[in-house]
């Protein structure tokens, strides 16, 4: 089963993240750590030699923990891309031989509207249309109890709606909402009304940034580019949206790095000057993974103490990485010390 995927222009964003040291650092360090909450589920039925199969796209958000949602929030305000906040994981269903399947790895996304715009073109392929079961995930496929069709249209609405959202700033520092039908976004805690993207209708609303609720512009949604230059109240939602998320990034920068002090230190509190070995050593490759992530080998951004003790545990972990192991040929022969890498 072939799988096309698409990139493009600001109106077609890449929809996974293509970061493969990220991606990595996220499945290793990150992801094990993390909670899947089910959000919503595309199911469709494929017909083949005479045998019926039931597709079925699960988008789940991450619950990352409280320190990785700061390094995510860090990162995105630094390098423009947090960890990924969203998976699609793909099944089949075999009805003939009641076996289910995953016919590739998990994608992640960056955003819950991203994955779902995932999830859109996973289930469409290279087909013009596909009629669908959908709704909130509740316990599996069985229980989506809405249905609609699904199109290179919904597609290519719900591309440009993610694209509009990153106009407004990245995924870690937005509300964003909604489902097939409607997208939702603003900055997040900041005080204006969303922006509301009608996908079927084709329009897009931007609320006024006046003391009274209302609307200040409301046209086509293929022409939100056109009218971010042409129309003064589109430039003033954005202005305002944009600094409250600049604001939102300098506290998120703050808050990591106040995050990774108490850590080390708290860590360094329980080792109680204890040996790196066993639990320990694993539990501080982990942090110490996570703290690089963020910060850089140098650690650059913590004070001094805290600087000094991870580098320390750094150092140890590196050298330990780099211990020569014997290995032994078929016969149990040693071969020559080799560098684990």
């Not at 959000?39 to 796209?57: A, C």
């Not at 998990?106 to 392929?125: E, M, Q």
């Not at 509009?164 to 520092?173: H, L, R, T, Y």
């Not at 080792?271 to 110490?288: I, M, P, Q, W």
Request: charged content about 25%; proline content about 5%; hydrophobic content about 40%.
């Amino acid at each position: 089963m072939g799988v096309r995927l698409r990139v493009g222009c600001w109106g077609q964003l890449p929809l996974l993240v293509e970061d493969m040291h990220l991606d990595r650092f996220f499945q290793d360090i990150v992801r094990p750590s993390a909670a899947l909450l089910g959000i919503y589920g595309i199911s469709h039925e494929i017909n083949f030699d005479g045998r019926r199969f039931v597709v079925t796209h699960k988008i789940s958000k991450s619950i990352l923990t409280e320190f990785d949602d700061r390094l995510s929030r860090y990162l995105a305000a630094m390098a423009g891309k947090g960890l990924p906040s969203a998976t699609v994981e793909t099944t089949i269903f075999d009805e003939q031989e009641g076996r289910t399947w995953q016919p590739y790895p998990a994608r992640f996304a960056a955003s819950v509207p991203a994955a779902l715009a995932t999830a859109v073109r996973l289930a469409l392929g290279s087909e013009t249309w596909i009629r669908t079961k959908r709704g909130p995930w509740m316990s599996d496929a069985k229980a989506l109890d809405g249905e609609g069709t699904l199109t290179q249209e919904t597609a290519q609405a719900l591309e440009y709606a993610v694209g509009v959202c990153s106009q407004v700033g990245a995924p870690e520092f937005l509300e964003m909402s909604g489902d097939l039908s409607r997208l939702l976004v603003r900055p997040r805690g900041a005080p204006l009304d969303m922006i509301s993207m009608d996908l079927e209708g084709g329009t897009i609303s931007v609320p006024t940034t006046a003391e009274h609720s209302g609307t200040a512009y409301q046209g086509p949604l293929f022409g939100f580019e056109r009218a971010m230059r042409q129309h003064p109240a589109v430039g003033s939602y954005l202005a305002r949206a944009r600094y409250a998320v600049s604001v939102a990034k300098e506290d998120a920068i703050y808050a990591f790095r106040d995050s990774a002090e108490s850590r080390i230190m708290e860590f360094d509190g329980a080792l109680s000057g204890r040996e790196l070995n066993g639990h320990r050593l694993e539990t501080a490759k982990t942090l110490v993974a996570r703290l690089q992530a963020g910060l850089g080998d140098t650690l650059l951004g913590l004070s001094e103490a805290a600087q000094l003790t991870a580098l320390e545990w750094a150092l140890h972990v590196k050298a330990l990485n780099q211990t020569p192991q014997l290995e032994s040929d078929a016969e149990g022969t040693p071969r020559r010390p080799q560098l684990v890498r």
